[in-house]
């Protein structure tokens, strides 16, 4: 797994940073459930395109749709240091299960 | 793909818009006095659609650029005195209340800012006591982007003109949407912009300047006419229009009047106010908060609403990206109103219309939103 570009959504009001970061394949389960590692995952399988969403507490928020080459994370705060350690993360081998939740 | 972001663009596009965009782009440019030689003058036949949709007599003062950034910052810089004191409204876009802001902090201007969003909209008696000798201007946003309210429009401007104060009128959203009649307001200053539902080209708008409104020019440079000057001639619309014009997108904004007045501002209305009815019917009895305004007062067709437990971004986010549904989330440029509506910083999700849209995409979007109701 490979991150292939990181780019700046939107520098918001509070601080917050939003960064799109692209990967080299589709999102599939398995790699959500090893984003999930770094912190607590919610999964909505309901949707057209299933939905997830990782919170690590005072650290950033993960969202993305399974099947789409990137995803959208919400640096609450000092984003260079969080983002180096999630590209480690992703970098590193797929991970664990998911359990589902929602509908 | 789905699209109910037209309060932001406008799209699709009628056809006859590309194709006058096309034709243009495809003919000899200009001639020595800036005419189009391959047929009408692009910028005359502009000036005259303009007219006539707002029923204005005097197509020389009908400024054309780039929108209505541009044309509320010439209105702006170029009204005001080195003093004054501005009234605004917390309905407006950022377009006004950044260049107003700005003066603020400069120390150029003092600012008074009106509630807007209660049922009856501005308060004309609270704007009237806000009224000084030094008042010099008062903006106010005709339809709001993030609620689909229209204010009443005679009621503000007796007030302006009873104190020969100029009202500059952001008809960005309502242009198109709602009839706009600014016939006999001398003291009326409307910005509008050409993309969203006068169906032109992004970067077209303009400003009709009433005759009792003097504008100083705020850009300096070529006007194709009287170049010995070193000033601006003195000539409008040209002293107000430096530059080279968009004569493309100009020509493909005179299409997209055309293809408004020929469809009917109020048919076109029609057609999104049964979407907003459509999609409003199913928001709040499904536990969704609407913050926009009834169908029946909303031709712009803009529907607003939050969901407990779900930031606005995620339902964009899904809607986008697991739907195709495309739509806005956020403050929407247009911060202080969500201050009244009680959803800031978070913002709305907002659905806008265009009488391009089916019920059957509305439908879409209904699915997609009974989903996420059904996500705990």
New interface residues.
């Given amino acids: 797994m490979k991150v292939l570009q990181i780019r700046t959504v939107e520098v918001c009001?509070?601080g917050t940073v939003i960064r799109e970061i692209r990967i080299d394949r589709t999102i599939t389960r398995e790699f959500i459930g090893h984003l999930g590692d770094t912190g607590l995952l919610e999964y909505?399988p309901?949707?057209?395109?299933?939905?997830f969403?990782i919170t690590r507490a005072g650290a950033y928020v993960i969202?993305?749709?399974e099947g789409?080459e990137t995803f959208?994370v919400v640096y609450l705060s000092d984003y260079e240091t969080q983002e180096e350690l999630l590209r480690k993360h992703i970098e590193s081998l797929p991970g664990s299960e998911i359990s589902e939740?929602?509908? | 793909m789905i699209y109910f972001n037209n309060a932001a663009t406008s799209y699709p596009k009628p056809p006859p818009v590309t194709a006058a965009v096309l034709q243009n782009i495809e003919g000899v440019p200009v001639s020595i006095y800036r005419e189009n030689v391959t047929g009408m003058n692009v910028l005359d036949g502009c000036r005259g659609a303009v007219t006539d949709l707002f029923h204005f007599k005097d197509p020389e003062r009908v400024v054309l650029c780039s929108g209505a950034t541009e044309a509320i910052n010439m209105a702006v810089f170029g009204i005001l005195p080195e003093r004054g004191h501005v009234i605004t409204t917390t309905n407006e876009h950022n377009a006004i209340l950044r260049p107003l802001f700005h003066l603020e902090d400069r120390g150029a201007i003092t600012l008074d800012v009106l509630p807007a969003t209660s049922p009856g909209g501005i308060s004309c008696p609270d704007l009237e006591q806000k009224i000084r000798d030094d008042t010099c201007l008062i903006a106010v946003n005709h339809a709001s982007n993030v609620t689909g309210q229209v204010q009443s429009l005679d009621p503000i401007y007796e007030v302006c003109a009873s104190h020969e104060i100029p009202l500059l009128l952001d008809v960005s959203q309502s242009a198109g949407s709602t009839g706009i009649d600014l016939s006999g307001r001398p003291y009326l200053v409307a910005a509008f912009t050409g993309h969203k539902s006068l169906f032109g080209p992004p970067g077209t708008g303009g400003l009709v300047v009433g005759e009792s409104v003097r504008i100083i020019p705020w850009k300096f440079g070529g006007t194709g006419i009287r170049s010995e000057l070193r000033s601006m001639p003195d000539l409008r619309p040209s002293s107000l229009e430096p530059g080279t014009p968009n004569y493309p997108g100009i020509a493909g904004l005179c299409a997209g009047i055309a293809f408004v007045v020929e469809q009917g501002v109020e048919n076109l209305s029609k057609i999104r106010m049964e979407l907003v009815r459509h999609l409003a019917g199913y928001l709040g009895p499904a536990g969704y908060s609407v913050h926009s305004v009834d169908a029946d007062e909303n031709p712009c067709g803009i529907v607003s609403f939050c969901r407990k437990g779900w930031s606005c971004e995620d339902i964009g986010y899904v809607l986008n990206h697991s739907y195709d549904i495309r739509l806005r989330t956020g403050l929407h440029c247009a911060p202080l109103i969500h201050k009244d509506l009680g959803t800031y910083p978070d913002g709305t999700v907002r659905v806008s219309f265009s009488p391009f849209n089916t019920h059957e995409e509305v439908d879409t979007l209904i699915e997609a939103l009974e989903t996420i109701r059904g996500c705990k």
């Fill in positions: 009001l509070d909505f309901a949707f057209a395109r299933p939905f969403r969202k993305g749709v789409e959208r939740i929602g509908p």
